[in-house]
């Protein structure tokens, strides 16, 4: 298997992923809007020539900026993949990580609405902390607020 950066031919088998998770066609629309925006860096996981996850990094938005502790967070924007619980999903979660520090980004924040809480304890295998429950600014829906620092802080004590 290949963890890769995403490029246009594979935007059929992406959005085809997304599809297995989401229903609200406007967010299916602004996922594949996304997928051209050069802002976000998207990273795919092929296994046999066939595009078998996605993952998504980018600059927090305001409202996750809002509840960061530090000047440069990133967002894990999306993560999914065709099968669960077969290691792909901690793979691509692997590489935004390694990705969002060399873009020198301090932190990683996600939102995970209620509605898809089955996925928090993947969350928490990957190192992200709770930090309570926000509501997402487009729609209001509620959400856990994930987080993982990114930097190290050494404090000496005098």
């Not at 996850?53 to 502790?69: F, T």
């Not at 530090?70 to 692997?94: D, M, R, V, W």
């Not at 873009?103 to 939102?111: D, G, M, Q, R």
């Not at 959400?143 to 990114?150: H, I, N, Q, T, V």
Request: charged share 30%.
């Amino acid at each position: 298997m290949e963890i890769r950066n995403y490029n246009k031919k594979d935007k059929t088998a992406v959005q085809q992923i997304f599809a297995k998770y989401w229903t609200d066609e406007e967010f299916l629309d602004e996922l594949a809007e996304n997928l051209d925006d050069n802002k976000i860096h998207f990273y795919v996981a092929e296994k046999d020539n066939e595009v078998i996850g996605v993952a998504g990094l980018r600059e927090a938005p305001k409202y996750l900026r809002d509840c960061a502790k530090t000047e440069k967070p990133a967002e894990l924007y999306i993560i999914a993949s065709k099968l669960q619980n077969k290691g792909f999903g901690n793979l691509l979660a692997q590489k935004v990580i390694e990705e969002a520090k060399k873009l020198n980004f301090t932190e990683i924040e996600c939102y995970s609405p209620e509605t898809h809480n089955s996925s928090w304890k993947f969350y928490e295998k990957l190192g992200f902390t709770k930090h309570g429950i926000i509501n997402d600014p487009d729609d209001g829906y509620p959400g856990m607020l994930w987080k993982k620092d990114l930097i190290n802080v050494i404090i000496l004590l005098n």
